[in-house]
């Protein structure tokens, strides 16, 4: 079994890259889609015209990046048909539905009032326009929602049966509201917000760094504090909710992501490991540094409690472990690593060392910020990976496994879109990062009138 | 009703690719006949004149997907792993379109995203006619699952249609472009649209031709009583908006002529699917073996009664906001 050869490989490969490449964007465009909404009210609350421009400059930033998630996101909805036709006919009924009521009722509203919303200031009066940018936030999130309410179905699959195959609907708000839905779709909208917290943040404090107006975007930086220091510890919170969620309704993902192997006998606790490597074939960790009973603490909220180990479960229905395991860890150690530079920066803060006056002394700090800002991006990056690959050998979890749902198509072509589409990804991304650096080096244009004022 | 909604389904689907040829294929076509402008200058115009509707434009082909996977789930994969490789050229194309905006408004050399614009339009157009053209000339199936090679797409039939749905777009952007420009760019969509129509009429007729000499069944509506109302009808109207849209050219007219290259594709539509439905893949696969089942059509419909009208309303919204003719800047000259 060679990567040439083998169209399950490769149409993985495929589908795989086009989800990781395609999240980066949305991610941010459902957080600073919000973000516009709270400017927007700030302007029209101060009347101050450094909001509007403020308003001005983040909103091209969406737009580019919004640019770039449009063309990938078609890439997602057409892969599922052409790489994976026993799935799409088997999950029609339900998934297809989802992804319908995606672009009815979510992804039209946020492409359909964008428009209006980057060019139309002059065009329609202020209310309308703050309408639009609602309904833009609105949309974008809405759609995140039912993308993720498709997912999580195939995590936790409910509200009907299999019947040749082909899922039935019995009851659809069952579906709609399967046992992981609440769970991740929080997880994964506050991450969106998150993530961006720390974009603008970090945005902004490159700008304070330099001494480039720096009153300007203390403004922004503290917009972003202030998200953070909701959106932080909510996280933590909501991660920890997902992860006892897995334990109770994905055993082998939890044992895979926590590379846990034995079954921990009664009265005896299950380690936590801080680092490990597998070893698949002997069923235990070729090397492992522990923590006793703390996994048991975690998942089960007691010293002993019982967590199932990998060596449970048939062979050929084991996930693998290595992605799950670091994957997790980096996500969860961003999470906490964000969640200490807000109290620290909340410290400074009651400390008055966010005053105009006094904040460019705060080097130290601001730099924390800068390099921050992609932490987000990895941490959701690696949160999905932990996700995706926690669920093989399924494609529907305990209901349809991933071999047994891909397109037979010759290796030779699925190799050569799968080609096409990195060089073409790669190529996006260069000039993504060019573009949006030349922006960002140019600045705000803060000799914006907004409209209906002067000139 | 049970026995209606697949039919209903059917009308609905035909309905947004409608929606989506008319509306995409006037970008498209404005992208693909933007290769031929003078200068960048004058593509800049014409890119402007789309700033602000293109992606939701696009939107109405993520619905089309969207809706084939959740009412016809069974025709969804089988005709997407059939069309595979210009349906990668499509998506392709439209990555190149979607980014070309924005990155040529940072860009400091325009012309490559002008260019990435133009052509990107002209391989989305092409791989969506082998697509089609594919689709309508048969796709082999054995108990429900393709058969067929990677290249079985490629046929005379679909060469044609390739070259049609260029046609067609550019006739549809041309005429967009006459409504939303003045000036030299404006004459030069009146000199693009007659090329365009006849492109695209005379392909229609070829592809007829060789259908019809295919598929016996296609011309048998044609006399039926009932059958000809929805086929022969609507194409004789077709022919009077496409003879409408060269007149109104002639005459100078602005608008006109888009309204009947709209008039134009909507009977066109109407006289193509009324003639194969049932059958939603040829040569065999009819909308009633492989509808979803009723209760997920019922309650899409319940969704898709209250979303169309919203959907349709803002859109029209968004059109009359940035009416009139374009000033060859998105952020209106600031």
């Known amino acids: ?455 | 009703m049970e026995q209606l909604l697949p039919a209903v389904w059917f009308a609905i689907l035909g309905f947004i690719l409608l929606l989506y040829t008319m509306l995409d294929g006037f970008d498209l076509g404005v992208g693909i006949v933007s290769l031929l402008v003078k200068d960048d200058r004058e593509r800049g115009v014409l890119m402007a004149s789309l700033g602000s509707i293109w992606d939701a434009n696009e939107t109405w082909l993520v619905l089309f997907g969207g809706i084939i996977f959740g009412a016809f789930p069974a025709v969804y994969g089988l005709v997407m792993t059939a069309l595979y490789i210009p349906l990668i050229g499509m998506l392709i194309g439209l990555i190149f379109r979607a980014v070309s905006f924005e990155f040529r408004e940072h860009a400091k050399s325009k012309k490559p995203w002008g260019l990435a614009f133009g052509w990107g339009s002209l391989l989305t157009a092409v791989s969506q006619g082998f697509a089609f053209g594919g689709l309508l000339w048969g796709v082999t199936i054995t108990s429900g699952k393709y058969t067929g090679g990677v290249f079985d797409w490629l046929s005379p039939f679909s060469i044609i249609t390739a070259v049609a749905v260029v046609g067609g777009y550019v006739m549809f952007g041309s005429t967009y472009i006459i409504m939303k420009t003045q000036g030299p760019v404006a004459g030069f969509g009146r000199r693009m649209t007659g090329w365009g129509a006849g492109i695209a009429a005379l392909g229609g007729l070829a592809d007829t031709i060789l259908a019809v000499g295919k598929y016996p069944f296609l011309s048998q509506k044609w006399t039926a009583i009932p059958g000809s109302f929805l086929t022969i009808v609507p194409f004789v109207l077709g022919l009077g908006a496409f003879g409408m849209m060269l007149l109104a050219i002639r005459r100078g007219r602005e608008t006109l002529p888009f309204v009947c290259a709209l008039l134009f594709a909507f009977f066109g539509y109407v006289a193509l699917s009324a003639n194969y439905f049932p059958i939603i893949v040829p040569p065999g696969l009819t909308v009633y073996e492989t509808a979803a089942q009723p209760l997920t059509l019922r309650s899409m419909l319940i969704a898709v009664a209250v979303a169309l009208p919203v959907l349709l309303a803002y859109n029209i919204l968004q059109y009359w906001i940035f009416r009139g003719k374009t000033t060859g800047s998105l952020y209106g000259g600031e």
């Open chain 1, 1 to 455: 079994m060679s990567v040439f050869t083998d169209t399950l490989l490769l149409s993985r490969l495929q589908f795989g890259m086009t989800t990781l490449y395609h999240m980066i964007w949305p991610t941010l465009s459902v957080g600073l889609s919000l973000t516009l909404v709270i400017l927007e009210a700030l302007w029209l609350r101060t009347g101050d015209p450094a909001w509007y421009r403020h308003l001005r400059f983040w909103s091209r930033l969406l737009l580019l990046n919004f640019s770039v998630g449009v063309a990938t996101g078609l890439v997602m909805e057409f892969q599922f048909g052409t790489n994976w036709e026993p799935f799409t006919e088997a999950t029609g009924g339900f998934f297809g539905n989802i992804l319908g009521l995606e672009g009815t009722l979510a992804f039209m509203l946020e492409a359909g009032f964008l428009g209006i919303m980057m060019f139309g200031w002059r065009k329609v009066p202020r209310g309308l326009h703050m309408v639009s940018t609602v309904l833009v936030a609105f949309g974008a999130s809405l759609s995140a929602f039912w993308i993720l309410v498709a997912n999580s179905w195939m995590q936790t699959p409910a509200g009907g049966h299999f019947e040749h195959g082909r899922f039935v609907v019995d009851n659809f708000l069952g579906a709609l509201f399967n046992s992981d839905m609440i769970t991740s779709t929080t997880h994964m909208w506050a991450a969106c917000i998150e993530t961006t917290a720390f974009v603008v943040g970090g945005i902004s404090a490159w700008y304070i760094l330099r001494g480039r107006q720096p009153e300007f975007f203390l403004r922004t930086l503290k917009v972003a504090v202030v998200l953070a220091l909701v959106m932080t510890p909510l996280q933590i919170f909501l991660g920890d909710a997902q992860g006892l969620h897995i334990y109770r309704t994905q055993p082998e993902k939890l044992a895979a992501m926590e590379s846990h192997w034995k079954t921990n006998p009664p009265g005896a606790g299950a380690a936590f490991n801080i680092i490990a490597w597998p070893d698949n074939a002997g069923e235990r960790n070729s090397f492992e540094v522990q923590v006793p009973y703390l996994l048991s603490l975690l998942e089960t909220r007691s010293f002993t409690g019982q967590v199932k180990g990998l060596s449970e479960f048939a062979p050929d229905a084991r996930p693998p472990v290595v992605i799950p395991f670091y994957s997790f860890r980096i996500m969860v150690l961003i999470g906490f690593l964000l969640f200490g530079l807000m109290v620290w920066t909340l410290v400074v803060w009651l400390r008055g060392g966010l005053a105009l006056s006094r904040i460019r002394t705060r080097r130290a700090l601001l730099r924390a910020w800068m390099w921050s800002l992609p932490l987000g991006y990895i941490a959701v990056e690696t949160g999905w990976l932990a996700r995706e690959e926690g669920r093989q050998p399924w494609l529907i979890y305990r209901v349809l496994r991933t071999a047994d749902a891909v397109s037979s198509l010759p290796p030779w072509v699925v190799g050569m879109s799968l080609l096409a589409l990195f060089a073409i990804y790669a190529l996006l991304t260069v000039f993504f990062l060019i573009y949006a650096a030349r922006m960002l080096s140019k600045g705000p244009d803060l000799s914006l009138v907004p409209p209906g004022e002067g000139s």
